[in-house]
């Protein structure tokens, strides 16, 4: 199984992105998925998170009401769009699916999730 995201790029400030992130391989379920990224000289942070069971979500404070995660089953494909994107937002994001059924609480936590995808550069200019 292969996590592939995807949609990255140079945008100006308020502008608006939307990553994609694909499965492909053997076909598992998924319990949740989760979107991640990493500036230069910062920790990886989780920006969303969210356990399709019933829809509960994390989102990092600084993304609320910008960004919203969303599924196509059909496609294998989980989405994070992105708008009123900020310089801050500038970083590699990883996209990453659980097997397992993690708690709510643990959605922003790494270690909730047992695939991850390459990351994709999203670079925003002021």
């Known amino acids: 199984v292969q996590l592939q995201a995807s949609g990255g790029g140079l945008v100006q400030a308020g502008g608006f992105l939307r990553l994609s992130c694909e499965a492909s391989g053997r076909t598992f379920t998924t319990y949740a998925a989760g979107w991640f990224r990493q500036a230069p000289g910062k920790e990886r942070e989780a920006v969303v998170g969210i356990r399709w069971s019933d829809r509960e979500t994390y989102y990092l404070d600084s993304v609320k009401g910008r960004f919203t995660i969303s599924r196509d089953y059909n496609k294998n494909t989980v989405y994070l769009q992105m708008n009123g994107l900020k310089p801050e937002d500038t970083a590699v994001y990883y996209c990453?699916?659980?097997?397992?059924?993690?708690?709510?609480?643990?959605?922003?936590?790494?270690?909730?999730?047992?695939?991850w995808g390459l990351g994709t550069q999203v670079t925003v200019s002021s």
């Open positions: 990453a699916a659980s097997t397992t059924r993690p708690i709510v609480s643990a959605l922003p936590n790494p270690g909730a999730y047992d695939h």
